[in-house]
């Protein structure tokens, strides 16, 4: 079952392991969630916005992809090569205007209780995504894709959730990674 810090990434994590740096805020990892500033807050939450879309546009990108291989391919080498394309194509058209963070609008510091650090909360980003990777690891990209296909969509289910994710809500279950206001007042 998702938690609460997961649900956001389900959708950026949902069909493809993509590569690239960890998630960074570029606020002091040590300090504590509950005493950043507005300002903060709202660089807290557009990094984590910038780094869930390009995560999800690269996941979207994939299984487009793939599907549309399995689908129009005759041969496994048309379906590499309309999976290269398709790939291609979509994450051209979704870089346009990628890593806006978006949605952020609204980001308020959690609650001055909160003793969870950015530093965990970064941690904890990076394991779920880590976490994901594993599980979609398991899907072919165009290079590998065959005619029939080679694979069956992952299950998210079994993505278990990371212990820096455990130890993040223990000090501060009012925190969610994502773009939107927590329950209990304020986000991340």
């Known amino acids: 079952m998702l938690n609460n810090i997961q649900l956001v990434i389900l959708t950026a994590f949902l069909a493809s392991a993509c590569g690239g740096s960890g998630f960074s805020t570029g606020v002091p990892p040590n300090k504590p969630l ?20 390009a995560k999800g546009a690269a996941t979207s990108c994939r299984f487009q992809a793939l599907t549309a291989a399995v689908v129009q391919g005759k041969t496994t080498s048309e379906a590499r090569t309309i999976c290269k394309q398709k790939e291609s194509d979509c994450l051209k058209a979704s870089s346009v205007g990628s890593g806006s963070g978006s949605g952020t609008n609204s980001c308020q510091p959690p609650p ?43 299950s998210t289910d079994t993505v278990q959730t990371p212990a820096s994710c455990k130890a993040l809500t ?19």
Request: some cysteine.
């Open 112 to 154: 001055a209780a909160c003793m969870a650090t950015v530093g965990e909360y970064e941690a904890c980003l990076n394991d779920t995504g880590a976490a994901y990777d594993k599980v979609i690891n398991t899907v072919p990209t165009c290079d590998t894709v065959t005619v029939p296909p080679n694979f069956t969509p992952p």
């Open 34 to 53: 509950g005493s950043v500033t507005p300002a903060e807050a709202q660089q807290i939450c557009a990094a984590t916005a910038s780094f869930v879309e």
């Open 170 to 188: 223990s000090k501060c279950p009012t925190v969610r990674i994502g773009t939107g206001a927590s329950s209990g007042g304020g986000a991340p």
